[in-house]
């Protein structure tokens, strides 16, 4: 049954982009694995289906980039971050900060960013990382993948 729906849903792409993840994540997740987690799988999927390949590559890129900082506490690291991130992300890509920063808000509602308002006299500063569940879905879309 899982393998049909990982069929269905790259037969629905419009382009091959994401062929790569849905076949990885069905390999990570029900070829590898002794035990199997459809529910997983499923959520997973739809994800795939439903984010755009820029999207996806934005999330991994996030990924990368947080992992070192798992635990911020303090506000000096979640400004460095922010910095981090920003200037890799908009060398990589040519996106604007404010692009970035739109596109990042709006990916908060997948479960797998969280962000963190700073406030500082007469300005805000929305900064992003990644939740727990974010390393699980870049483990299960990319591992074994060496170009990702």
Not at 15 to 44: Q, R, T
Not at 63 to 86: A, F, G, N, P
Request: charged share 30%; hydrophobic share 35%; aromatic share 14%.
């Amino acid at each position: 049954m899982q393998f049909k729906k990982a069929v269905t849903a790259v037969l629905k792409l419009e382009k091959s982009d994401k062929v790569f993840f849905i076949g990885n994540l069905f390999k990570n997740e029900y070829v590898e694995p002794e035990v199997y987690d459809a529910d997983e799988f499923n959520e997973w999927l739809n994800l795939i289906e439903t984010l755009s390949y820029r999207e996806i590559l934005l999330l991994k890129d996030m990924y990368e980039i947080c992992k070192s900082y798992r635990d911020i506490k303090e506000t000096d690291t979640y400004m460095e971050l922010e910095e981090i991130y920003m200037q890799k992300i908009s060398s990589k890509y040519g996106y604007s900060k404010g692009f970035i920063s739109g596109k990042l808000s709006a990916l908060v509602s997948t479960g797998l960013l969280y962000s963190v308002e700073i406030n500082f006299p007469g300005t805000t500063h929305k900064v992003f990382s990644i939740t727990a569940e974010m390393e699980k879905f870049v483990q299960k879309i990319t591992n074994g993948l060496d170009y990702y």
